[in-house]
């Protein structure tokens, strides 16, 4: 028997007016989602990947079409889903602590309480010791692993993340996406994952969707069979890994020589 999806997009279309200009950032997306799944979301820049993240998050709606979680249609602020941007976004003013304490003391949690899941974060996150160090104080990686623990403590089902470790140098964009991995499988969360990096993308997905450009279509949805728990050092040397990153490659190519092509940049800025 086919389980319900957990979010759902049918049949949506998203317009925007820019400058009294209408455009189409996605057109006749239709993408069923099942609870614990970890979705990436691949294309070139401009297809609407990060426009979906916005529909799962309420933060506004279709302009054709419906999008549901667990059941219901999304209509206003869907506050099961938390968001990380590329930005890592902590107060500089506050600790590491008290930056991951942030979304318990919007809910009034008691003291004792905050204190206590927040060392349980830091844990999590592998920054145990470092609760008291200001962001401006930390590695980029460790900024990260902050801001990750602040988006667990407001324990979404769902994780949004629209190019989380982009600017991330290679090492400590491993450490952090096998950090993600671990504690996605171990927490049970849905991940909706925004990137342009096809090794990225095919590492961390249990199923790749691939859009093509503007308006935003899916164009593909590639399975990624590999064993879970995922070494993602010794994955870079499996057959069937190698296998498909070169699939997405492929299906990607079209779109980057058509990106490269300046009579289509021409069109694209031409087209209203």
Not at 43 to 65: H, R, V, W, Y
Not at 69 to 75: H, I, L, Q, R, S
Not at 237 to 254: G, T
């Amino acid at each position: 028997m086919r389980r319900e999806p957990f979010i759902s997009f049918a049949g949506v279309q998203k317009r925007f007016k820019v400058n009294g200009r209408e455009f189409v950032a996605v057109h006749s997306v239709s993408l069923d989602i099942q609870r614990g799944e970890i979705i990436t979301l691949v294309g070139p820049s401009g297809c609407g990947k990060s426009t979906l993240l916005n529909m799962t998050a309420g933060l506004f709606g279709p302009s054709e079409g419906r999008v549901h979680y667990d059941g219901a249609e999304v209509k206003g602020v869907n506050t099961r889903v938390g968001y990380m941007t590329q930005a890592d976004h902590l107060l500089p003013w506050r600790s590491v602590a008290g930056n991951i304490a942030v979304p318990l003391q919007i809910r009034r949690q008691p003291k004792r309480d905050i204190e206590r899941r927040v060392e349980e974060l830091l844990a999590l996150v592998g920054l145990s010791g470092f609760g008291a160090s200001y962001p401006n104080q930390l590695s980029g990686g460790m900024r990260k692993r902050a801001a990750m623990a602040r988006l667990l403590a407001s324990d979404p089902e769902t994780l949004l993340m629209d190019e989380p470790f982009g600017a991330l140098d290679a090492q400590m964009r491993l450490s952090l996406q096998t950090e993600l991995l671990r504690l996605c499988k171990q927490l049970n969360k849905t991940v909706l994952f925004v990137t342009h990096d096809v090794d990225e993308a095919i590492a961390l997905a249990d199923r790749c969707v691939v859009f093509a450009g503007r308006p935003g279509t899916i164009d593909h949805v590639i399975d990624v069979p590999l064993a879970q728990p995922r070494n993602l050092v010794h994955l870079r040397s499996d057959p069937h890994y190698v296998e498909l990153c070169a699939d997405l490659w492929q299906r990607l190519a079209p779109e980057i020589a058509g990106a490269a092509d300046p009579s289509s940049l021409t069109h694209a800025l031409e087209a209203p």
